[in-house]
T-cell receptor, first 110, second 114 residues
Framework: QKEVEQDPGPLSVPEGAIVSLNCTYSNSAFQYFMWYRQYSRKGPELLMYTYSSGNKEDGRFTAQVDKSSKYISLFIRDSQPSDSATYLCAMSPGGNKLVFGAGTILRVKS | NAGVMQNPRHLVRRRGQEARLRCSPMKGHSHVYWYRQLPEEGLKFMVYLQKENIIDESGMPKERFSAEFPKEGPSILRIQQVVRGDSAAYFC????????????FGSGTRLTVV
């Protein structure tokens, strides 16, 4: 079993839809949770960072962490074609080593 | 302020050759990380370095792979005697200090072994 599980998709939605992306994990020591966006042939770009449980909102993006269920989510409101990318969750117990999910491919159709 | 610079962007090597991947961190960043991304897989941690020190190399294969971050110049990831299974995208990231809230990635080097 992988430490971090993420549905690879692809997830295809119409423009303007609300997108929900999720990861589950098995290591209860994880305290720091991140979402990265990766466009084709580019490096990952940090979107959201959350420490421990709770919600965090930044513009159209909301990150949620439920440590009791070992489950994290990223919501994208009013999705745009420019949001089409691969979304990677990443987490860490602390220190400097991030454990990534395999990534979910998102396609937003105009 | 330039971001994390990696070169070359693409590298083709024949089996048995050596591959050298370079990474210049963002200005002011003293911590460098290397990750490998295989097709349809997430990024896998390889090594974490500070200037002149390897802090954590728990993700590095035991043989053929080495990394350094000298006092002057870029960080180097070196793969000796490459095999086809080394074909992947190699990403470097940097941070200004111990960074538990993510760090900045470069655009990667895509290594193809033929």
């Amino acid at each position: 079993q992988k430490e971090v599980e993420q549905d690879p998709g692809p997830l295809s939605v119409p423009e303007g839809a609300i997108v929900s992306l999720n990861c589950t994990y098995s290591n209860s020591a994880f305290q720091y949770f991140m979402w990265y966006r990766q466009y084709s042939r580019k490096g990952p770009e940090l979107l959201m960072y959350t420490y421990s449980s709770g919600n965090k909102e930044d513009g159209r993006f909301t990150a949620q962490v439920d440590k009791s269920s070992k489950y994290i989510s990223l919501f994208i409101r009013d999705s745009q074609p420019s949001d089409s990318a691969t979304y990677l969750c990443a987490m860490s117990p602390g220190g400097n080593k991030l454990v990534f999910g395999a990534g979910t491919i998102l396609r937003v159709k105009s | 302020n330039a971001g994390v610079m990696q070169n070359p962007r693409h590298l083709v090597r024949r089996r048995g050759q050596e591959a050298r991947l370079r990474c210049s961190p963002m200005k002011g960043h003293s911590h460098v990380y290397w990750y490998r991304q295989l097709p349809e897989e997430g990024l896998k941690f390889m090594v974490y370095l500070q200037k002149e020190n390897i802090i954590d190399e728990s993700g590095m294969p035991k043989e053929r792979f080495s990394a350094e971050f000298p006092k002057e110049g870029p960080s180097i990831l070196r793969i000796q005697q490459v095999v086809r299974g080394d074909s992947a995208a190699y990403f470097c990231a940097s941070s200004p200090r111990d960074s538990q809230n993510g760090y900045t990635f470069g655009s990667g080097t895509r290594l193809t072994v033929v």
